[in-house]
């Protein structure tokens, strides 16, 4: 009947219940033991040994991202251009340490050693504190703990009230790293019992770590076998554990927190989280120290005879939450039960210390979370009935007091009082996301969706389809979908933008957005100026949601307040305001996902030109107008000497016109200017001609020419067609015909056309194109040939 009665249940959604009671879910962030379920142990900058390129010898890489088995390595040393995938199933990666181990050479890729004569020193340096991938990180395969326990694998399983005694288990059932488990021997599911992975009760099934370690039945199957037939089970549990990756079970079920020795002594009074109602304290006992200094035995006190109820025994260490010091629950308002057989009806401490003549255990004895950990009154989140474990239900915070939460289970209106880092609560969805059921509350009726939501869910016509699964409600975020191949305009590097998830959510409005804008934040060239465009100014409007945000930026941290909003409804005007704010395409990112056929603002065809012409004009407090030329003479004279020499000299007062603006400019004030007019083709002349083959080279200075009176910029060769008209291409072509190559991929990267390079500065090029020292200033050397040729080629005569 209740099999029936859960098949009959309408579907749980947890955007429409969350809407209905105006609630939040508590932060994905708090619940710790969730997290480290699904991190597979690699992190970004950890340090690894590969394979170089073309072998045989080994060379330094960083992780700068994982997928699953797949990681995006950068050879140390190497430009972030040169970037590539690894899969860990098929290539030969190792932690740091193990080409000395097995003596393999160490030597860079020829492209990393053209980069740095002096790679020893550079390997010396990136040693100093480098942190390496755990070989049985590496042996997983990129996959999550949780992954690696399998239904059927055999644990130890640690008595609750004696852990220095445990038996052998089978896994029934792995729900996100939340094992059912039957003891072996057993056949019935009358003691199968619920943990999570990451407990202290679960080991991996191997020879006993101490002298200590025993290994025996629990009582309540003892009768189950003879004491031999529990021998061979045993046996045939060990040997089929040990055909197991034991490297991996040991690390993945370490619990997060080694125990430490606790100071307690038998006799001392304390308070403990009553192990059966869960709603009260209750006065208990330390009544012995287990061998090893970490585990201690705790006793409900009990005034009547024995004979009238069994004793109730729980097994603690120093950092269990659930233990509190006399005197706690009377301080924070939680209901103390007096001992069974306490003659008065009112407890009070100090008179029961007396009559029992016994001693408070010390406060610096315990070690309680003082955090809340984001919970907060009228959440809500997803919690096991601890009178049904397995059963997980829908539950509402109602009061924060750490150590512990107290929670209402919604089904049935049970309250309960746990620990904030109890492993038997999880975040809004873990259920769906692990396929089990979830107990919803008994008056849930799912709203019907409207015409208009049905409508807005349609798949639109034009390649793009709308995944907003609640587009009208205001507090759970669909997915915001990064549309990397947008106009990313002046402030964002479109190739970072690129190593960006696809998608960010769903989830509640505000944790998504402010994921979403921090790693917006991140991928800018500077920050800090993303930031800046962003903050709030002014008085913050209440019908907002403040948020503080940060921005690293040349080793140092800014922050500042950001307004995003409150309702889902909102969240596509929001997202575009942004993307205004950013000068990008407007569908850069939002509640649309744009597939193959393109955004429908066509901004793919859009350059960096714009930004390009903003900085200079920013730098340099001018206007620059580029008017159509005239129609050029089939053989048009070389401007006279006295032309060249006075438009060096124009040249040479607007650089220290730049030097002297540019180093008072603040770089984070707002800044207004006019688009660039571009120019059409003469008459007559193609749209595009054919570029120069041949480079601008230093032999064409004209100190190797006795003749010339040019510039000593050197003397420009004749262009056959209008830098202002070469698109994104033609100037990755002429760049890389000439010394400068190694400019042409980043160019490209930045989608720098004909105009952006023309309007290229020297501090242009050393922020934006990462380019220092000599390079930077050879391929400025290029850019003055190109413009000199240009003016002289192209330009008005009237600018000459």
């Known amino acids: 009947g209740s099999k029936r009665a859960h098949d009959e249940e309408p579907e749980f959604h947890w955007e429409d219940y969350l809407e209905a009671t105006q609630s939040e879910a508590v932060p994905a962030t708090a619940f710790a033991h969730v997290e480290r379920s699904l991190e597979s142990g690699l992190r970004p900058g950890m340090k690894l040994e590969v394979l170089s390129e073309g072998g045989p010898s080994y060379w330094l890489a960083a992780v700068v991202t994982t997928c699953g088995p797949l990681l995006s390595l950068r050879y140390l040393g190497a430009d972030r251009a040169a970037d590539f995938w690894c899969d860990l199933g098929a290539n030969e990666v190792h932690p740091l340490g ?84 039957r003891y072996d021997g057993c056949e019935v599911d009358s003691w199968d019992l619920w943990l999570f992975y990451l407990s202290h009760r679960v080991r991996p099934l191997d020879a006993p770590s101490h002298g200590d370690q025993t290994y025996r039945p629990p009582q309540c199957i003892e009768k189950l076998h003879s004491l031999e037939k529990w021998k061979q089970i045993l046996k045939d549990s060990m040997a089929q554990a040990q055909s197991y990756n034991t490297k991996i079970l040991a690390n993945i079920l370490q619990p997060p927190v080694a125990l430490r020795e606790h100071s307690f002594q038998v006799g001392h009074k304390v308070e403990l989280l009553h192990p059966v109602s869960r709603q009260q304290a209750c006065p208990a006992t330390i009544t012995a120290t287990l061998a090893g200094g970490r585990w201690f035995l705790v006793q409900v006190d009990d005034l009547r005879h024995p004979k009238e109820g069994a004793p109730l025994v729980r097994c603690c260490h120093a950092g269990s939450q659930s233990l509190l010091p006399a005197g706690w629950a009377q301080k924070n308002g939680l209901p103390l039960l007096p001992p069974p057989g306490y003659p008065c009806s009112s407890f009070d401490w100090e008179e029961y210390l007396r009559s029992c003549e016994a001693q408070a255990a010390p406060s610096s004895c315990f070690q309680l979370e003082e955090d809340s950990l984001g919970f907060e009154p009228g959440q809500k989140l997803e919690a096991v009935n601890v009178h049904k474990p397995n059963e997980v239900c829908v539950a509402g915070v109602e009061r924060v007091c750490p150590p512990l939460v107290w929670l209402r289970l919604e089904p049935g209106g049970e309250r309960l009082v746990v620990p904030l880092r109890s492993h038997q609560l999880f975040p809004v969805g873990w259920c769906a996301s692990n396929g089990f059921p979830l107990r919803a509350p008994r008056d849930y009726q799912r709203p019907q969706p409207s015409a ?43 190739g970072r933008l690129a190593e960006l998830p696809r998608q960010i959510g769903p989830g509640p409005v505000a944790l998504v957005l402010r994921e979403v804008l921090s790693q917006i934040i991140s991928v800018a060239y500077k920050s800090t100026r993303v930031l800046g465009e962003l903050q709030l100014r002014g008085p913050p409007d209440p019908k907002m949601q403040q948020q503080l945000l940060k ?125 660039v007019r571009t120019t059409k083709a003469p008459v007559g002349r193609p749209r595009k001609r054919p570029l120069p083959s041949r480079s601008v080279s230093p032999q064409d200075s004209p100190d190797n020419n006795p003749k010339s009176q040019a510039p000593p910029v050197g003397h420009p060769d004749t262009l056959t067609s209008n830098p202002l008209e070469w698109s994104v291409a033609d100037v990755t072509n002429f760049v890389r015909n000439t010394p400068c190559s190694y400019v042409a991929r980043r160019l490209h990267e930045q989608e720098i056309d004909g105009q952006a390079l023309l309007l290229l500065t020297l501090p242009m090029v050393q922020e934006f194109l990462d380019l220092q020292g000599s390079p930077a200033v050879q391929f400025c050397q290029l850019l003055e040939r190109l413009k000199l040729a240009f003016y002289l080629q192209y330009a008005p005569k009237g600018t000459q």
């Open 452 to 494: 208009v939501t049905k409508e807005a869910c349609s798949t639109e016509k034009g390649g793009t389809k709308d995944v907003r699964p609640g587009a009208g409600r205001s507090s759970w975020c669909p997915c915001i979908f990064l549309n990397h191949r947008c106009f990313s305009g002046p402030f964002l590097s479109k």
């Open 551 to 675: 921005a690293k930026y040349r080793g140092r941290t800014y922050r500042a307040v950001v307004e995003t909003v409150r309702c889902s409804s909102q969240l596509e005007p929001f997202c575009r305001s942004v993307c205004a704010k950013l000068q990008c395409c407007p569908n850069l990112f939002g509640p649309r996902c744009y597939g193959d056929e393109g955004c429908p603002e066509n901004c793919a065809s859009l350059t960096k030109t714009r930004y390009a012409y903003q900085f200079v004009r920013k730098r340099h407090r001018r206007h620059l107008a580029l008017r159509k030329p005239k129609q050029p003479d089939k053989e048009e004279a070389p401007p006279a000497p006295q032309q060249q020499q006075q438009l060096q000299h124009q040249q040479q007062q607007q650089q220290q016109q730049q030097q002297q603006e540019g180093a008072s400019e603040d770089e984070d004030s707002p800044v207004e200017c006019a688009p």
């Open 98 to 181: 193990w080409c000395a181990q097995h003596q393999r050479p160490l030597r860079p890729p020829q492209a990393v050693r053209d980069r740095h004569r002096d790679w020893e020193a550079l390997l010396d340096r990136e040693l100093q504190g480098a942190v390496t991938v755990p070989t049985y990180v590496l042996e997983m395969k990129g996959s999550v703990p949780i992954d690696q326990l399998q239904e059927g694998m055999k644990l130890l399983v640690l008595e609750e009230g004696n852990p220095l005694n445990g038996w052998a288990a089978s896994v029934r059932r792995n729900v996100g790293g939340r094992l059912l488990l």
